[in-house]
């Protein structure tokens, strides 16, 4: 069978069209194919600004690492730190593998191809699957320190949570979001505090993070796909509004979730995602 | 020899710290137009290597005049803070732009206006080719 694309913005289903339209049903085909027309000039500014945010994201960790690589190779650095740059150069490269996964569970998510309540989920004790990423993402340690952003993980908390039911690659993907979004949006001098707690059949990992303020009214739109709130619109960093879109769609398929609660005082706010408890 | 760099990702740039080191080159890295600019009040640096679109995720190049792209571009805005630093202190620093974009019109812009290099991100080697023959001759 022919593999159906879909564009960004057209996940909804399209009903099929009947032989015989009455007057109101031709109305609702007319303004639906306007819409539908919108639509698609939206869709290609977002699938064009998704591309160009996808290379630029790729291009800058590679860079790095082939710079490394290269003073390594002509003998710039002393044997210990050629180690030191080496171990940055693999938490690049990761970083590089993780984005081309989310385009790839992009890819799945607008096509047919991807059907998420068929993906492998294992119990896995609540502790490892953060930790896992702080392991094996320590880049992003590196990223926050050249911004003075200091990260306190409250491992303790974790410690103490049962097992969950999770699905590995993508809750990499839903942590390394957070953490892109806190290295990119976080003010100087703050810090991002992760912690564990427990719920009736759930376990949750708080994510506080001092950054952009987040309207009450855009709590949930943040979490729409192409959403960029007009506080992170004037902010350096680039970004096409797909990466928490993503984050909720592939926490909802281990029928988890993530949302967000915005502080009270501005910019203080707090990214909560959602495991269901193993039994 | 000072070397100012400016770049919204400073962990992307790290690398030229490890580069100019040996050469005799000192880096201060900065972030935002507004550091640069104070980076300046200690004296103009001997290279400059700045990322122009730090600032926006993506404002369209096409087409842009002079005086729109600087407004529009933080880099080149820092460029003509620094043209105008430059002219006062009859001092002279080598500038190296760079960009994710790969255009001949940028390339252009940056050689007439600034009398500077360009070089695309991409082309890392090429970069780091350039910054040290320009560190070499700084220093001879």
């Known amino acids: 069978m022919a593999k159906q694309r879909r564009s960004l913005t057209k996940l909804a289903n399209v009903p099929a069209a009947g032989n015989k339209t009455s007057a109101s049903e031709e109305h609702i085909s007319q303004v639906s194919s306007l819409s539908q027309d919108a639509e698609s000039e939206i869709d290609s500014g977002l699938d064009v600004a998704f591309l160009d945010n996808v290379a630029h994201q790729l291009i800058a960790p590679l860079q790095t690492v082939q710079a490394h690589c290269e003073n390594i190779y002509e003998g710039y650095l002393s044997d210990e730190e050629s180690k030191k740059r080496l171990k940055e150069v693999i938490g690049h ?154 984050s909720r769609q592939l926490m909802r398929a281990m029928d988890g979730d993530i949302f967000c609660t915005p502080g009270k005082s501005g910019g203080d706010n707090r990214f909560t995602i959602v495991w269901k408890a193993a039994k | 020899m000072r070397i100012l760099v400016l770049d919204d990702e400073p962990w992307s740039v790290s690398w030229i710290r490890d580069f100019v080191k040996p050469l005799g080159g000192e880096v201060e890295l900065v972030e935002t137009f507004d550091q640069a600019v104070s980076a300046c009040k200690n004296g103009v640096p001997d290279i400059a290597v700045i990322d122009v679109m730090i600032g926006q995720s993506s404002v369209p190049f096409q087409g842009a005049t002079l005086a729109n792209a600087e407004e529009q571009w933080q880099g080149l805005k820092f460029l003509r803070h620094l043209r105008v630093e430059l002219r006062a202190s009859k001092k002279t620093t080598e500038i190296i732009v760079y960009s994710v974009l790969d255009r001949g019109d940028l390339a252009d812009l940056v050689v007439r206006a600034y009398q500077g290099h360009f070089r695309t991100k991409g082309d890392v080697s090429q970069f780091r080719k350039l910054l040290g023959s320009l560190l070499r001759e700084k220093t001879s």
């Open chain 1, 93 to 246: 490269l990761r970083m590089a593998i993780q984005l081309a996964q989310r385009v790839r569970f992009l890819y799945e998510l607008v096509s047919d191809e991807g059907d998420h309540k068929q993906r492998p989920t294992e119990v896995v004790p609540f502790s490892s699957v953060v930790t896992q990423f702080i392991d094996g993402y320590n880049n992003y340690l590196l990223m926050f320190r050249e911004r003075g952003v200091q990260c306190d993980i409250d491992a303790d908390s974790m410690n103490e949570l049962p097992s969950v039911k999770n699905w590995s690659l993508a809750s990499q993907q839903v942590i390394m979001n957070l953490f892109d979004n806190a290295a990119k949006y976080c003010r100087g001098g703050s810090t991002v505090r992760i912690a564990g707690k427990k719920g009736r059949g759930i376990v949750q990992a708080h994510f506080w993070t001092r950054s952009t303020e987040i309207p009450e009214s855009d709590k949930e739109r943040i979490f729409d796909k192409g959403f960029r709130s007009a506080a992170v619109r004037t902010r350096a960093a680039a970004g096409t509004g797909l990466g928490l879109w993503i």
